[in-house]
């Protein structure tokens, strides 16, 4: 049975600095994995998705890499801003539409 | 705004109610999701819709009883609930395939009293 951690489950760093998220599953047979921001008490909003394929995926400030074989994918974020203080989702899909979570890191970047 | 509307966004309803969440998207996608995320626990996967098809209930009580009407409407009923059962509820959307991209709606933040 896949299981998803996340490490730490909570992060504060001042702005400006850079910072990585870690996520990592039991079981390398994935099909995608995404990263998503949760704001308290709202939805999710899809940052990343990585095809099993990929080793990595860009978007502004944010990067994320995926290493299949050591069940790992990290969420780098630059210049961290008070804006991106949310929690960080991963989930890996496992090929039958479904996507398995992990429980989150919840950032606060302090101003 | 991810193409997902959930509604309604707040409910609160007693344990001898009956009461329904709605989902809609309008991305063209043909499988919808219900997640429950609980506090401190990681989202649960409830049901899964292939095609207005249900193609996965993760062992959810029979209180909770989800209904597709056609690929881009989802509907979860809601029957003598318990307190535990309060939880923000999730909906999401994708296409079927492997590779797929799964898009959130905003949740419904439902209490159970």
């Known amino acids: 049975k896949q299981e998803v951690t996340q490490i730490p489950a909570a992060l504060s760093v001042p702005e400006g600095e850079n910072l990585v998220l870690n996520c990592s599953f039991t079981?390398?047979?994935?099909?995608?994995l995404q990263w998503f921001r949760q704001d308290p008490g709202k939805g999710l909003t899809s940052l990343l998705l990585i095809q099993s394929s990929q080793r990595e995926q860009t978007s502004g400030r944010l990067n994320a890499s995926l290493d299949k074989s050591s069940g790992r994918s990290t969420l780098y974020i630059a210049a961290s801003q008070p804006g991106d203080s949310a929690t960080y989702l991963c989930a890996v899909g496992d090929g039958t539409y479904k996507y398995i979570f992990g429980t989150g890191t919840r950032l606060k970047v302090l101003a | 705004e991810t193409g997902v509307t959930q509604t309604p966004r707040h409910l609160v309803m007693g344990m001898t109610n009956k009461k329904s969440l709605k989902c809609e998207q309008h991305l063209g996608h043909n499988a919808m999701y219900w997640y429950k995320q609980s506090a401190k626990k990681p989202l649960e996967l409830m049901f899964v819709y292939n095609f207005k098809e249900q193609t996965e209930n993760n062992s959810v009580p029979s209180r909770f009883s989800p209904e597709c009407p056609n690929s881009s409407h989802l509907f979860l009923h809601l029957h003598t609930l318990q307190p535990e059962d309060s939880a923000l509820y999730l909906c999401?959307?994708?296409?079927?395939?492997?590779?797929?991209?799964?898009?959130f709606g905003q949740g419904t933040r439902l209490t159970v009293v």
């Open positions: 999401a959307s994708s296409q079927v395939t492997v590779d797929t991209e799964a898009f």
């Open positions: 079981d390398s047979a994935i099909y995608n």
